[in-house]
C-alpha cells in the first residue's frame, strides 16, 4: 500500500501496534515509508523508549520532563549499548554503576596490580584504545596526579566489593565511561568538595552503612536498591550536599536516611521501609531537603528530628510506622508541611520534650494513636492541618517532661556519632542563616486546623504552659470537642467551630484558667459548656442547640458568661450547679422548645449574680424567634486566618490519600504518647 493512501493520523493509529523488528522492516520498504517511520517519534518511537525496562527517559534523573530531540534516537543509542554490554559484560559479583555506551566487539582487557602488566592506573590508562577493559587487582591504588580519562574506556574492580578501593582525583573528558565494582575516596591533593555519581546499582549487607558521604561531598545517587546494611543505608554528614533521588531503601538494620553534622542534600521520591529504626533520621543540625518521597512499614518513626536537627519536610506519604509518622524533640526544628501521615500504629506527629517546628497542611489520618501529640513547652505551631479518623485524641497538649527510661534503646539513646571528635566540633560550626520558613514563636498555637471524626476528644489539653487555640473547626469527634483537664496558664480558646461532638462541646476541669471568646459551639450531643474551673471566662460565644444545657456551672467553679447567646433545645440555657460562683452579663438567652425554663439557679445561691440579660421565649408561629443575625452566626474568621491557606495543601494530600487505604482501630488512651519518644 502507498504510505500517501491515508491520512497520516490513521497509520501512526496503526503502526503503533507494531513490535521493534516490524518498524525496522517497514522503514526499508522505501523513502516514504522509511519518513513515515520517522515521524513517529513523539509517539510509538517514545513508548517503546519509556516502556523498556532497560532504558530510563534519556534526561533521568536530573531532568525528566525535558524532551529529547530525538526519541528514536534515544532509543536506539539505549538498545544498542545494552544489547553490547549483555552480550560481552563479565558476571561479576558486585556492584554496577556504569553510562551506557556502544563499544566495539574486539578489545584489550589490561590488568593492573602486583604480578601484573600494569603497576597503577595512571600506566594502564597511558596505553588504552577506545573501549577497552581496565582490570584492577584487589588492593588500594593510590595516584599521585590527576587522572584525565581522554578516551572510553571500562574500569572494573577485581573480586568483591570493597577489595579494591582507588585513591585518586579523576577529569573526565571523554564522552562516557564505565565504573564497576569499586571503593572511590579523595586523594590527598583534591578538594575538599567532591562529587559522586552512582545510577542503578545494588547496595547491600554492608557492615556499616550502606553509602557515606563527607566533607562537602556531592553529587547523584539515584536508581539503587540499598538494603540489609548494618548501619545507615545513607549517611550524610559533613556539610554534604548529595541528590537522593529514586532509590529503594529498606530492611536496614538502623535507620534509612541519616543526615547530620550539617549535613543537606535532597531527598525525593525515594521508596524507604521495612528499616529497624526511623526510616529518616536528622540530627546534629542537619538540614535536608525532604520531598515526594513514600516511607512506610518502618519499625520505628517515619522521620525522626532530633538534636537541633532541621529540614523541609514536604508532601511525602509516610504511613504504616510503628511509632509516630513523624518525631521531632530535643532541639528539632523543622518544617513539616503537606504530608499524608496516616494509618500508623502509634500517633501521627509526636512533638516532644523541647522540639519545636512548623506543622502545616498535613493531612494525618488513621492512626491508632492521637494525631498530633505534643508539649506545650516546646511551643510547636501546628497549623491549617487536617486531622481526622485518628484513634484516640485529635490534637493533645501535654506538659510532662521525656524521661530518661523512656528511650528503649537505638540512634536516640545508644549510637554515638561522634567519629573523629565531630559532634564536638559541630557545635562550633553552625550554620547562622536566617530561615524564611520559620517564624519566631513565643507561645504555643493549634490554628486552623481541621480536626474531626477522632476517637477521643478532638482536642486535650493537660498543660501548665500558656496555649492559644484559634480558628480550628472541632467536628463529630467520638468525645467532647476541646477537654482542658489541667491550665494552670492560660489556655485560650477563640474563634472555632465546636460541633456535632459526642459529649459536650468544651469541658473545663477544675482549677484550670481558661477563655472561651468567640466560639461556634453547636449541636453537641452533650452539654455546649461545662466547667469546674476557677477561672473562667465565657465571652461572645454562639451556644446553640446542644443536648445538654448551653452552659453548666458546677460546684466551686468561679465563671464569667457575658455577652453570650445561649441556647438548648432540651435543657437550660444556663445551668448552675451547687455553690458556683459566676457573674452573668448581658446574655441572650433563648427558651427552647419544652416548659423548662431558660435559666436554673440553686436558691439562695448569692454568689451568681446575674446582670442586665435578655431572654427570648419560643413562639410556634415565629421561626426567627433566635435567628442569629446581629451579629451574624460565630465563629467570625475575615480578619482571624493566618498564614498560607489550607486548601492548597489539603488538595495535595487529599491526592496522596487515594492511593492508600487501611483498616484502623480505635481504643482508650492515656495522658501521655503511645511510644513518646523515638529511636
Not at 566533607?215 to 556539610?239: Q, S
Request: net charge positive.
Amino acid at each position: 500500500m502507498e504510505a500517501g493512501g491515508l491520512p497520516l493520523e490513521l497509520w501512526r493509529m496503526i503502526l503503533a501496534y507494531l513490535h521493534l523488528p516490524d518498524l525496522g522492516r517497514c522503514s526499508l520498504v522505501c523513502r516514504a515509508w522509511y519518513e513515515l517511520i520517522l515521524s513517529l517519534d513523539s509517539t510509538r518511537w517514545r513508548q517503546l523508549c519509556l516502556g523498556c525496562t532497560e532504558c530510563r527517559h534519556p534526561n533521568w534523573p536530573n531532568q525528566p520532563d525535558v524532551e529529547p530531540e530525538s526519541w528514536r534516537e534515544a532509543f536506539k543509542q539505549h538498545y544498542l549499548a545494552s544489547k553490547t554490554w549483555t552480550k560481552n559484560a563479565l558476571d561479576l559479583e558486585s556492584s554496577v554503576c556504569f553510562s551506557l555506551f556502544r563499544r566495539r566487539r574486539e578489545r584489550r582487557t589490561l590488568s593492573v596490580g602486583p604480578g601484573h602488566e600494569f603497576d597503577s592506573l595512571g600506566s594502564a590508562l597511558a596505553m588504552a584504545s577506545l573501549y577497552d577493559r581496565i582490570v584492577l587487582f584487589p588492593g588500594v591504588y593510590e595516584e599521585q596526579g590527576e587522572i584525565i580519562l581522554k578516551v572510553p574506556v571500562e574500569i572494573v574492580g577485581h573480586g568483591k566489593l570493597g577489595e579494591v578501593a582507588l585513591l585518586a582525583s579523576i577529569d573526565q573528558h571523554c564522552s562516557t565511561t564505565r565504573l564497576c565494582n569499586l571503593v572511590f575516596m579523595p586523594a590527598w591533593f583534591s578538594p575538599i568538595m567532591y562529587k559522586i555519581v552512582m545510577l542503578r546499582n545494588d547496595i547491600y549487607r554492608c557492615r556499616a552503612s550502606g553509602i557515606f558521604l563527607r566533607l562537602e561531598g556531592g553529587g547523584l545517587i539515584a536508581g539503587n536498591n540499598i538494603y540489609h546494611n548494618a548501619e545507615a543505608g545513607v549517611d550524610i554528614r559533613k556539610r554534604s550536599n548529595p541528590l537522593i533521588l529514586c532509590n529503594q531503601i529498606h530492611h536496614g538494620l538502623r535507620s534509612g536516611i541519616v543526615v547530620l553534622g550539617n549535613g543537606k542534600g535532597v531527598i525525593r521520591n525515594n521508596q524507604i521501609f521495612s528499616n529497624k529504626e526511623a526510616g529518616i533520621y536528622i540530627l546534629y543540625h542537619g538540614n535536608p531537603v525532604v520531598r515526594g518521597n513514600h516511607i512506610f512499614k518502618g519499625r520505628a518513626a517515619g522521620i525522626a528530628v532530633n538534636e537541633n536537627g532541621k529540614g523541609l519536610i514536604t508532601e511525602n506519604v509516610i504511613r504504616e510506622n510503628q511509632w509516630g509518622g513523624v518525631d521531632i524533640r530535643r532541639g528539632g526544628i523543622p518544617v513539616l508541611r503537606s504530608n499524608l501521615i496516616c494509618f500508623g500504629y502509634s500517633d501521627g506527629v509526636v512533638v516532644g520534650d523541647e522540639g519545636k517546628g512548623l506543622i502545616e497542611g498535613n493531612t494525618i489520618y488513621a492512626n491508632k494513636g492521637c494525631g498530633v501529640w505534643m508539649m506545650s513547652s516546646s511551643l510547636p505551631h501546628v497549623t491549617s492541618n487536617h486531622v481526622s479518623y485518628n484513634g484516640l485524641y485529635g490534637v493533645a497538649v501535654f506538659s510532662q517532661k521525656d524521661g530518661v527510661s523512656e528511650f528503649p534503646g537505638g540512634h536516640g539513646a545508644q549510637e554515638n556519632f561522634s567519629e573523629d571528635g565531630d559532634a564536638i566540633l559541630w557545635e562550633t560550626e553552625l550554620e547562622k542563616e536566617d530561615d524564611p520558613l520559620r517564624r519566631p514563636i513565643t507561645i504555643a498555637l493549634v490554628e486552623s486546623n481541621s480536626i474531626n471524626h477522632n476517637g477521643a476528644s478532638g482536642l486535650y489539653v493537660q498543660s501548665n504552659e500558656v496555649l492559644h487555640v484559634l480558628t480550628n473547626v472541632i467536628h463529630a469527634n467520638g468525645d467532647r470537642g476541646i477537654t482542658v483537664a489541667q491550665s494552670s496558664q492560660l489556655t485560650r480558646v477563640a474563634n472555632n467551630s465546636i460541633s456535632c461532638n459526642r459529649q459536650s462541646g468544651v469541658k473545663v476541669e477544675a482549677q484550670c484558667k481558661v477563655e472561651l471568646r468567640g466560639n461556634g459551639i453547636y449541636d453537641n450531643r452533650g452539654h455546649g459548656i461545662i466547667t469546674k474551673g476557677d477561672s473562667t471566662v465565657v465571652i461572645e460565644n454562639d451556644i446553640i442547640g446542644n443536648r445538654g444545657s448551653g452552659l453548666q456551672l458546677l460546684p466551686r467553679s468561679d465563671t464569667k458568661v457575658i455577652k453570650n447567646r445561649i441556647h438548648s433545645f432540651r435543657a437550660y440555657g444556663i445551668a448552675v450547679r451547687g455553690r458556683a460562683k459566676a457573674l452573668v452579663q448581658e446574655n441572650i438567652i433563648f427558651q427552647g422548645k419544652t416548659n423548662k425554663t431558660i435559666f436554673q439557679q440553686i436558691t439562695n445561691n448569692r454568689e451568681c449574680i446575674m446582670q442586665n440579660n435578655k431572654f427570648l421565649v419560643f413562639k410556634k408561629n415565629r421561626s426567627d424567634t433566635w435567628r442569629l443575625v446581629n451579629p451574624p452566626a460565630r465563629p467570625h474568621l475575615e480578619n482571624s486566618l493566618r498564614g498560607p491557606s489550607a486548601t492548597h495543601s489539603g488538595q495535595k494530600v487529599t491526592a496522596m490519600a487515594t492511593r492508600i487505604t487501611a483498616r484502623v482501630e480505635g481504643g482508650y488512651h492515656s495522658n501521655r504518647s503511645i511510644f513518646c519518644t523515638i529511636l
